[in-house]
């Protein structure tokens, strides 16, 4: 038997078992960051050894002060680790921060939770139902990151385990419930009514349903919610007689976020044509046109979240998070809360790429010309391979874009709005997004951020009675357009590559 010490924690784990590190701190509960969920494949799960053996091949070595990957050293009896910072868990910021009004005539009581479900991010807005005022908005980074940045990483993990991702965002929401009812002077059992806006996947991991179908083609969910349920039988510890509801997905990539996020933008009352984007781990894209709405999903991958890039991280203090050039045409930088920085998150990826290519060292086919790669800062240097990652993302989204809209008929001039929805579509700088060919150009004139749009939705149903209809309503009014067999998509998918 040997140990580890982590920070405060010391941990006993079976040498027999070969685990790494990564997998004795997933199994205490500490969910290290792994963007690739282990597979030795993104370099991000770095964690230093204080000191302690670990077994390479046959041996067991002594070292001291290393820096190893968590999910590629198997510890041998004790040993202190450190976690770089970087990789814990980090509080996230959210704009949204909204009194709802509540309809003086029906509305609920007591005290209820809008959550919004992200691959990446979870945020809780706690309300007083009874006159529609935010009582606090709680932020953290969901737990499950540590089985992988994006969703097919964690339908992996579900695959062999079905009640593992259940377990950790039950668990996590009711910590976050319990620290909050305590901090804001509530009891958990004054919660009477809980939403949950989040993607298909996500929905089906918090309500304990196998998302297994979802992990292959035609990726059909078990469930396309647009349900209540009772909290106590998911676990949720909050009044017993409390209820869950979901909000409705429209596929498996399409889900209750993106429904909420539009009825919350009023997609669905209105006549104008309206391109919605909510860029994450997957791009999401609905067009609301000719008094319908067409979806669909566009596999951009986590490089917008900071994952797959050799500099990457998530918005977090220390990240690079806008780049520009000044008057003599030198590249400057600011970081999240003005610090030393670490490395760079998505907004600051776009408005490097879109600096490289303004100063001529990307050229259009995407080849770094000026040496191999583009410094930003010491810890922030972009590679080939970073680049590359990029283009497949934006080209993806892009493609999307148009091919919603030549499904439906319609060209540039005809789209009244673009609004960009969600943590990045807000951080974005919108003219790097054009000049990187995230968005196209037609379209820049045209762009609005609406924050989280998905929480706003979430507030809604918390709220309003009435908000459940119009939601189902709005899910039946969409039409899904699967992307991955549209030779259109295909196509526009090469042509968007370069820049
Ligand atoms: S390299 Fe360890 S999680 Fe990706």
Redesign the pocket.
């Known amino acids: 038997m040997g140990r580890i010490y982590y920070k405060s924690n010391v941990f006993d784990y079976d040498e027999a078992e070969h685990k790494t590190i990564?997998e004795i701190l997933r199994d205490n509960m500490i969910y290290y960051?792994?963007?690739?969920?282990?597979?030795?494949?993104?370099?991000?799960?770095k964690i230093r050894i204080v000191y302690g053996n670990i077994v390479k091949g046959k041996e067991v070595q002594s070292i001291s002060d290393e820096i190893v990957?968590?999910?590629?050293c198997i510890p041998f009896g004790d040993i202190k680790v450190m976690p770089l910072i970087g990789n814990e868990n980090y509080a996230v910021e959210t704009d949204f921060k909204k009194t709802v009004l509540v309809n003086p005539g029906e509305h609920y009581s007591g005290i209820g939770v809008a959550i919004d479900i992200g691959t990446t991010t979870l945020v809780l807005y706690f309300y007083n139902l009874d006159n529609g005022e935010i009582i606090a908005i709680q932020t953290a980074v969901n737990l499950q990151k540590s089985y992988?940045a994006d969703i097919m990483s964690r339908l992996k993990y579900h695959c062999s385990n079905k009640t593992l991702m259940n377990e950790i965002i039950i668990a996590q929401i009711n910590d976050i419930i319990a620290k909050t009812a305590s901090l804001y002077a509530f009891e958990p059992k004054d919660i009477s009514r809980i939403t949950i806006a989040g993607n298909t996947v996500m929905e089906h991991f918090f309500g304990g349903i196998d998302a297994e179908p979802i992990a292959t083609a035609p990726y059909v969910p078990t469930s396309l919610f647009g349900i209540e349920q009772r909290a106590m039988n998911l676990g949720i510890k909050v009044s017993k007689n409390a209820v869950v509801y979901f909000a409705p997905c429209v596929s498996g990539f399409v889900g209750g976020d993106i429904t909420a996020g539009m009825m919350s933008c009023n997609l669905d009352r209105t006549s104008d044509t309206i391109l919605y984007l909510d860029i994450g781990t997957n791009g999401e894209i609905a067009l609301a046109a000719k008094g319908r709405i067409f979806c669909c999903a566009a596999a951009a991958g986590p490089a917008f979240e900071g994952a797959n890039i050799s500099c990457g991280m998530g918005a977090q203090s220390g990240a690079i998070s806008t780049v520009y050039l000044n008057e003599k045409n030198e590249i400057q930088y600011s970081t999240i809360n003005d610090v030393e920085p670490l490395g760079i998150c998505g907004s600051g990826l776009v408005d490097a790429v879109a600096v490289g290519i303004k100063l001529s060292i990307i050229d259009e086919t995407g080849r770094i010309q000026k040496g191999n790669s583009l410094k930003i800062a010491e810890k922030a240097v972009l590679t080939q391979k970073d680049i590359r990652e990029v283009q497949l993302a934006k080209s993806a989204i892009c493609a999307g874009i148009l091919t919603l809209m030549d499904f439906v008929g319609i060209s540039f001039e005809q789209i009244d709005e673009v609004l960009l929805a969600g943590g990045f579509g807000t951080r974005i700088n919108p003219k790097s997004a054009c000049a990187i060919g995230l968005i196209p150009n037609e379209l820049f004139e045209k762009i609005r951020t609406v924050g989280n749009a998905a929480g706003a939705g979430a507030a809604e149903l918390l709220l309003k009675p009435e908000a459940e209809d119009r939601i189902q309503f709005l899910a039946e009014k969409c039409t899904y357009i699967e992307l991955s067999e549209n030779e259109f998509f295909k196509n526009e998918y090469i042509t968007q590559m370069g820049f």
């Open positions: 990564l960051d792994a963007p690739c969920g282990g597979n030795k494949t993104c370099g991000r799960c990957l968590a999910c590629d992988g």
